[in-house]
Structures are given as structure tokens and as C-alpha cells.
């Protein structure tokens, strides 16, 4: 079982509808990063959140720290948000203490497509 | 502020060929990350830098994949001999390095590889 779950692995959803993105995880974390990733693109933070919910234009993401889940929705979906959306989760190294970067467990990312 | 650069964007090599990508992190960002992101899933880590300083290589095929970062400022990740496994796109980050572990991560447009 992977330790970044996302669901679903693929939508398509009429322009205008509420788009709502899961991702569940199975370890520790410090804090969880949406990402977003257009066909022969780069990748682009959208958000990185350790608690509670934030907010950029029509994107929202919030996280559950008990529950070990986070989803990230869309408001009024527009066909130029069709994208692969990636969960990544930023675990504590065990082997690095009190300072150093934090190792990123990716999920395998959700695509949407938004027809108009 | 530029982004990271990282080339060529495409390359398409025969098995047994050896390729190499090059990767110009954001200017003062003392960690560099290659991912490999086979179409379909998420990225996986290959290699951490920490200024010149590998601190995590675990996932790196090391019969055929190297990387290095002599200077502390670019890198390159070179395949030799390829497989036809390998064709993925291989994706540079990188963050500034913080005690907190709240850096913000910046990836590459990425440099996408046919092994034919």
C-alpha cells in the first residue's frame, strides 16, 4: 500500500462544477503539499499546509491532521484548470535531527479534466 | 526571480546510450532534489543535495545513474548506459534550507527522455 493515497485517479466534470480532490496518508507528517502539474509542464505549489485550510482565488485545501487526510477543491471549474493534481506529504527524516529539509512522499497524482 | 532551469527539455536516445540533464537551482537555495516521474505516477526521488552533499541517494539505480553537484550550485544527473525504463521525466527542485522545514519547493519544467 502506498503511504500517499489520492482519489480520484482520474475526473472529468462539466465546466462550473465544484471539484473536490482527496488524499490520505499513512505516516507522520510536518506538512502536506498540493501540486499541479499541465501536460509537458512543470510542477507548480499550489499550497502547503500543516493545519487547518487555505485559501488562493478559487482553490481551497485543508488538511486533518488526526484523520490523516487533506482535500483540495475547485469552485466554478474552468477548462484551463485540467491538470494533474499531486499530493506530497513531507516526512521527518529519521536520520537528520532538528534541522535539515524534510523528504517529500509523492502521491500518484489525480487528473482532471474539465470539458466546456 | 528565475526559476529553476533545467535542459534539454527533450531527448530521445536509443538503449545503451548515456544521456545527461543539467539543473540551475534558484540562486541561494542550498538544496537540490531529482525526482523521476514515470508517465502516470508520482515523482520519485532520486537524489538529495545539501550544498555539494549527497544526503539521500537510497533510490538511485547507482549501476547506471550518477549526479553530482560539484560547486554546490548546479547539477547533473547522467544515464549510462540507458534502459528503455528509464524514459521518464526527470524533474530538478529545489529549496532553501531552514531549520523549521517550511521551505517552499520549486520544481524545473523538467526534461522529458524517450529511450527507444
Known amino acids: 500500500k502506498n503511504e500517499v493515497e489520492q482519489s480520484p485517479q482520474n475526473l472529468t466534470a462539466q465546466e462550473g462544477e465544484f471539484i473536490t480532490i482527496n488524499c490520505s496518508y499513512s505516516?507522520?507528517?510536518?506538512?502536506l503539499h498540493w501540486l499541479q502539474q499541465h501536460p509537458g509542464g512543470g510542477i507548480v505549489s499550489l499550497f502547503m499546509?500543516?493545519?487547518g485550510k487555505k485559501k488562493h482565488g478559487r482553490l481551497i485545501a485543508t488538511i486533518n491532521i488526526q484523520e490523516k487526510h487533506s482535500s483540495l477543491h475547485i469552485t466554478a471549474s474552468h477548462p484551463r484548470d485540467s491538470a494533474v493534481y499531486i499530493c506530497?506529504?513531507?516526512?521527518?527524516?529519521?536520520?537528520?535531527?532538528?534541522?535539515?529539509?524534510?523528504?517529500?512522499?509523492f502521491g500518484t497524482g489525480t487528473r482532471l479534466t474539465i470539458i466546456p | 526571480e528565475a526559476g529553476v532551469a533545467q535542459s534539454p527539455r527533450y531527448k530521445i536516445i536509443e538503449k545503451r546510450q548515456s544521456v545527461a540533464f543539467w539543473c540551475n537551482p534558484i540562486s541561494g537555495h542550498a538544496t537540490l532534489y531529482w525526482y523521476q516521474q514515470i508517465l502516470g505516477q508520482g515523482p520519485k526521488l532520486l537524489i538529495q543535495?545539501?550544498?555539494?552533499?549527497?544526503?539521500?541517494d537510497s533510490q538511485l539505480p547507482k549501476d547506471r545513474f550518477s549526479a553530482e553537484r560539484l560547486k554546490g550550485v548546479d547539477s547533473t544527473l547522467k544515464i549510462q548506459p540507458a534502459k528503455l525504463e528509464d524514459s521518464a521525466v526527470y524533474l530538478c527542485a529545489s529549496s532553501p534550507w531552514t531549520v523549521s522545514g517550511a521551505n517552499v519547493l520549486t520544481f524545473g519544467a523538467g526534461s522529458r527522455l524517450t529511450v527507444l
Open positions: 543535495f545539501q550544498n555539494n552533499g549527497v544526503v539521500d
Open positions: 499546509l500543516s493545519s
Open positions: 505516516v507522520g507528517i510536518s506538512a
Open positions: 506530497a506529504v513531507k516526512r521527518k527524516r529519521a536520520n537528520i535531527s532538528n534541522f535539515g529539509n524534510e523528504k517529500l512522499t
